[in-house]
């Protein structure tokens, strides 16, 4: 067939002469797209988000391996602990009605609290003789590992869902969501080794900041798995907070700044902590503003703000930014290398906005895993 | 299909209190930060863990 002279014009053509055969080639396939396009963009979009699925059902696979591995390997275990672990990863947690959003604090801190209780209670079940910097390690992987088979569950089910009933739409939401939520699992599976380890993670560059300023004063429990310790700076009275190290908790600063103040008169709080970096924004970057800068659910934030306003006391934040998986995997050197410039900026806050004879809270937030005090 | 495999790797950076020298070696299961470690080599005093980081090879 000779190529070389093809005629454009009588082949796409929409004149009396052009060939009617050719006009359907491309006629067809418009004809194919209004009618079918949405089921073509199913298939398409469902081959890129069965990738998606893949890894994820991979990360929980891997992540519940190496749970039961670390506790066969670590924990003297009476009864092989697979059918217990099987059971904590499908465990599920109702949050309070908020159709009354009255008290709907102390409700979701109580359900929340139970739920950990309870698995810390059943974990050492286990093995009694566990101790707790293992125990607390020990947890932190079972709530990797649930979190790991509930995102893959959850959205499994979404794409399961819109398979089932041939709905393009139904998939576009799973669409967008997935490279975040792909972002969330990739960093909760990279955080294994560094859990498994005891190794800081970037959340815990509050710990590691007051857990340093610490290190020479007496301490004590001041609530669970807290640490309180007392100071002196240029005639202020510091009360330095952080979660017990090195096991992996973050404690429960809220309960210890409702004990300190009780007992003292506070004229201003300093709270340091890991923060989310905006894209753009550079690593290990340190900011300061005022408020409560504590994550979670927000029950801790909460409590801090109720007791800060009850008793006027001014809540400062110095904050380092950082990206999801910083967080929560093993410590970057930028991070661990602003330690020293946010204890300056610390005693420089302390300096800035409180007189001599006056007293200040400094809580480190953040998972405390890999670093004591 | 052009994504290269990242390793972590884990350091400990030890530091001597009596004349500030520091020493990063690769981090040893048991390295707890603030947690007394080797002798100085320049004065033999012990040293303290500093910081324990990762840094990422590509």
């Given at each position: 067939m000779d190529f070389t002279n093809l005629d454009f014009d009588q082949l796409f053509g929409m004149k009396d002469d052009t060939n009617p055969?050719?006009?359907?080639?491309?006629?067809?396939?418009?004809?194919?797209?209004?009618?079918?396009?949405?089921?073509?963009?199913?298939?398409?979009?469902?081959?890129?988000?069965?990738?998606?699925?893949?890894?994820?059902?991979?990360?929980?696979?891997?992540?519940?391996?190496?749970?039961?591995?670390?506790?066969?390997?670590?924990?003297?275990?009476?009864?092989?602990?697979?059918?217990?672990?099987?059971?904590?990863?499908?465990?599920?947690?109702?949050?309070?009605?908020?159709?009354?959003?009255?008290?709907?604090?102390?409700?979701?801190?109580?359900?929340?609290?139970?739920?950990?209780?309870?698995?810390?209670?059943?974990?050492?079940?286990?093995?009694?003789?566990?101790?707790?910097?293992?125990?607390?390690?020990?947890?932190?992987?079972?709530?990797?590992?649930?979190?790991?088979?509930?995102?893959?569950?959850?959205?499994?089910?979404?794409?399961?869902?819109?398979?089932?009933?041939?709905?393009?739409?139904?998939?576009?939401?799973l669409q967008m969501i997935l490279p975040f939520i792909m972002e969330q699992a990739v960093a909760m599976k990279d955080?294994?080794?560094?859990?498994?380890?005891?190794?800081?993670?970037?959340?815990?560059?509050?710990?590691?900041?007051?857990?340093?300023?610490?290190?020479?004063?007496?301490?004590?429990?001041?609530?669970?798995?807290?640490?309180?310790?007392?100071t002196d700076f240029e005639d202020r009275t510091l009360f330095l907070l952080k979660a017990e190290g090195p096991g992996s908790t973050v404690g429960r600063p809220a309960d210890a700044l409702?004990?300190?103040?009780?007992?003292?008169?506070?004229?201003?709080?300093?709270?340091?902590?890991?923060?989310?970096?905006?894209?753009?924004?550079?690593?290990?970057?340190?900011?300061?503003?005022?408020?409560?800068?504590?994550?979670?659910?927000?029950?801790?934030?909460?409590?801090?703000?109720?007791?800060?306003t009850s008793k006027k006391i001014p809540v400062f934040s110095i904050v380092v930014k950082q990206s999801v998986s910083e967080a929560i995997t093993l410590m970057t050197k930028e991070i661990a290398d602003t330690a020293d410039d946010v204890s300056a900026q610390v005693y420089e806050m302390i300096q800035e906005n409180t007189l001599q004879g006056q007293s200040v809270v400094i809580i480190g937030v953040g998972n405390t895993a890999g670093v004591p005090q | 299909m052009f994504s290269k495999k990242k390793i972590t790797l884990a350091y400990t950076v030890e530091k001597c209190s009596k004349c500030k020298m520091t020493k990063k070696r690769k981090f040893a299961e048991g390295d707890v930060l603030f947690s007394e470690s080797s002798k100085c080599n320049s004065c033999g005093e012990l040293t303290m863990i500093e910081k324990i980081f990762g840094e990422t090879l590509e």
């Amino acid at each position: 067939m000779d190529f070389t002279n093809l005629d454009f014009d009588q082949l796409f053509g929409m004149k009396d002469d052009t060939n009617p055969l050719m006009m359907l080639v491309w006629i067809l396939p418009i004809i194919l797209f209004v009618f079918y396009g949405q089921r073509i963009q199913l298939y398409v979009t469902s081959s890129e988000l069965k990738k998606g699925i893949k890894k994820l059902d991979s990360f929980r696979e891997e992540s519940r391996d190496e749970l039961i591995e670390y506790l066969k390997k670590n924990m003297k275990l009476d009864v092989d602990p697979v059918k217990k672990i099987e059971q904590f990863l499908d465990y599920f947690t109702i949050m309070p009605v908020d159709m009354d959003p009255n008290g709907i604090v102390d409700k979701v801190q109580h359900t929340v609290r139970a739920r950990e209780d309870y698995t810390r209670e059943h974990l050492k079940s286990l093995s009694p003789q566990i101790s707790d910097f293992e125990l607390s390690k020990v947890q932190t992987l079972l709530e990797i590992a649930s979190s790991l088979q509930m995102i893959y569950k959850i959205i499994n089910h979404m794409f399961l869902t819109a398979k089932k009933q041939n709905n393009y739409p139904l998939i576009l939401p799973l669409q967008m969501i997935l490279p975040f939520i792909m972002e969330q699992a990739v960093a909760m599976k990279d955080a294994i080794p560094a859990f498994k380890s005891g190794q800081p993670v970037g959340d815990g560059i509050g710990p590691m900041v007051v857990g340093k300023m610490m290190l020479e004063c007496p301490k004590e429990i001041v609530s669970f798995q807290t640490v309180l310790a007392k100071t002196d700076f240029e005639d202020r009275t510091l009360f330095l907070l952080k979660a017990e190290g090195p096991g992996s908790t973050v404690g429960r600063p809220a309960d210890a700044l409702d004990v300190i103040t009780s007992d003292s008169k506070i004229d201003a709080i300093i709270m340091i902590d890991a923060a989310l970096k905006m894209e753009g924004e550079d690593s290990a970057s340190i900011a300061r503003g005022f408020g409560a800068a504590i994550g979670g659910i927000g029950t801790e934030r909460f409590s801090i703000e109720a007791i800060a306003t009850s008793k006027k006391i001014p809540v400062f934040s110095i904050v380092v930014k950082q990206s999801v998986s910083e967080a929560i995997t093993l410590m970057t050197k930028e991070i661990a290398d602003t330690a020293d410039d946010v204890s300056a900026q610390v005693y420089e806050m302390i300096q800035e906005n409180t007189l001599q004879g006056q007293s200040v809270v400094i809580i480190g937030v953040g998972n405390t895993a890999g670093v004591p005090q | 299909m052009f994504s290269k495999k990242k390793i972590t790797l884990a350091y400990t950076v030890e530091k001597c209190s009596k004349c500030k020298m520091t020493k990063k070696r690769k981090f040893a299961e048991g390295d707890v930060l603030f947690s007394e470690s080797s002798k100085c080599n320049s004065c033999g005093e012990l040293t303290m863990i500093e910081k324990i980081f990762g840094e990422t090879l590509e």
